[in-house]
């Protein structure tokens, strides 16, 4: 990526630490495929899990609870 030898990068500050901005350490390039595929596997994940919760009520009792389940989504 890079054509010619550059040297390391080094944060040098002066004066009050946390003054200076570096935003994107990386190529936007990157920084935007890497995001891209985070968004993608959080929306897949997202779909492919699912959790329900159920009210049941005993009545002979009077008590009510709940049942929760957790599954996978694979169609």
Known sequence: MESERK???RALV???A???SHFL???PKIILLVMAYAIAMHWLLGE???AVKT???D???DIE???YFAGFNFH
């Open 7 to 9: 040297q390391r990068r």
């Open 14 to 16: 002066s004066g009050k």
């Open 18 to 20: 946390f003054e200076q």
């Open 25 to 27: 350490q990386l190529y």
């Open 48 to 50: 492919a899990f699912s």
């Open 55 to 57: 009210v049941c009520t």
């Open 59 to 61: 009545l002979e009792n």
């Open 65 to 67: 609870y709940f049942m």
